[in-house]
């Protein structure tokens, strides 16, 4: 049987963390959408075109250095802007959606475009401040040398075109249950995450 959890949220806010968490413990597959965006936006870098970039897609691109540096971040906010890109990565996303024994999906638009049918929708939210503390940590402790301000601009630039754009807009599903993780510990905000989809389980 399959059973579908889709997370949403802003950039950095805490999604990724929590849906590894679920996907483990209810023992589901888990796609982080974000990466297959984040391979078209660094293929982008490299001088391919974006949709060639989304159409012709593999595996191996998911493994690229430098996914999670901000520069492909942007560079995913502006293909993920584009409609015949996020068509191009729509069928995979369904059919990974569709896994025999459950599946996490997070991102912008798995509640409202990629899966409307899932079993949980959760939208993860955090304080901009917050999400740029926890982004700018990682970062840093990758050895990057950015500024809390930089981290802070780019996730509100990022929020306000994956907001903004046309298709497939990031917003919360009118069936989402919302989880704001401000004040929260991780631990307590996979808790909350694993809590309601126990509920629908
Ligand atoms: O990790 P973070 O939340 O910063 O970003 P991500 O989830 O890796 O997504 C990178 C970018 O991909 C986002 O800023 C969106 O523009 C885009 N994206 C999208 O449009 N739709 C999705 N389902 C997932 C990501």
Redesign the pocket.
Known sequence: MSFTVAI??????G??TISRAVAERFGFAHL???????AV?ARVLLGIAPITAAQELKAEDLDADD??SPEV??S??????IPEV?QALLDF?QAFSRRLGGAV??????GTV?CPEAEVKLFVTASDEVRAAR?HAELTGKGLDITLGQVLAD?RE??A??AG?VD?P?MVAEDAIKIDTSEMDIDTAVETACAEVAKLR
């Open positions: 949403d949220g802003p950039a950095a806010s999604k990724g982080d959408t974000g990466l297959l965006y984040r936006g996914l999670r971040a942007q995913a906010s502006r293909v993920a802007a996020r996303q999906l997070d991102g912008r638009d798995i990629i982004r996730l990022r929020d075109r994956d754009r497939a990031m």
